[in-house]
């Protein structure tokens, strides 16, 4: 029905020291070993499965400013400058594309919410704009129901969750990346309060810090060593669809669903 998790090949040789260990195989955890490689920092990337097997690839695929908490909106202006030239950066298609994510406006309660995070979001220079209905309906022709207005933003985007965390651990391993896939962690020991290594079920691997990246895992890792990791786990309905004609040309949400295009035209 969907296209699958692009295929890695894990490194041939089981360490059994480095600088730092990522615990999760997912997009965080192959986005801090890139960063961390291309540095020249020592790096292990240990995945129980398989490398974007579980929420990595199962998400969205959406690459956004629009509606974010405007805590976030410093970091996210950095991720997306990212995003802009990820493709080339790793040498490998990771279904980038900038085409914009419009929200659909119900109530007017609703456009008055995005019409103030629009001025907030200017203080960070992300350049969103209100839409009124005839504007939305241009951008979604076929649309139906009962909208006043929406919120766009043109410079957002979306990419390809089978593919994105699989072309950064790939150029990681170009960088020296050692890989484990298939491999649990079970604890991470301690000596005097630091981290000095980490038990898996292959062996221990001793370093000197450890990024736990593990998803709705990493609270009960973190729980072995009395660290209080305050995480909701929130459970969604996603499906997706053969390739079909119909092509929004935009991410678009509607507050209880939501859609976007993927590569293959599902």
Not at 75 to 101: C, D, H, K, V, Y
Request: charged share 20%; proline share 3%.
């Amino acid at each position: 029905m969907g296209p699958g998790v692009d295929a890695v090949a894990s490194s041939d040789n089981f360490p059994t020291e480095t600088d730092v260990v990522i615990v999760g195989g997912g997009i965080i955890g192959a986005a801090t070993a890139l960063s961390l490689v291309q540095r020249g920092i020592r790096v292990v990337l240990l995945e129980k499965g398989t490398v974007a097997a579980e929420q990595s690839s199962r998400n969205w695929g959406w690459c956004r400013r629009t509606g974010r908490d405007l805590r976030e909106l410093p970091l996210i202006n950095l991720s997306m400058q990212l995003w802009e030239n990820m493709n080339a950066t790793l040498g490998r298609e990771t279904g980038f594309r900038r085409n914009g994510i419009v929200y659909g406006t119900r109530t007017e309660a609703q456009y008055a919410r995005h019409q103030r995070w629009i001025a907030e979001a200017k203080q960070h220079d992300i350049h969103s704009e209100l839409l009124s209905s005839s504007q939305l309906h241009e951008h979604l022709p076929q649309l139906q129901g009962e909208f006043i207005g929406g919120l766009f933003t043109a410079l957002d985007g979306r990419a390809e969750p089978q593919k994105a965390a699989p072309a950064m651990v790939l150029k990681a391993m170009e960088h020296g990346l050692n890989l484990q896939q298939h491999c649990a962690v079970r604890t991470i020991e301690r000596t005097n309060g630091r981290v000095n290594a980490v038990i898996t079920e292959h062996g221990v691997i001793r370093c000197q810090q450890v990024v736990t990246a593990g998803g709705a895992w990493t609270r009960l890792l973190l729980q072995g060593l009395d660290v209080t990791l305050p995480q909701l786990k929130v459970l969604s309905t996603v499906l997706r669809t053969r390739p079909v004609d119909f092509d929004p040309g935009v991410c678009a949400s509607f507050g209880s669903v939501a859609l976007r295009k993927r590569l293959d035209g599902g």
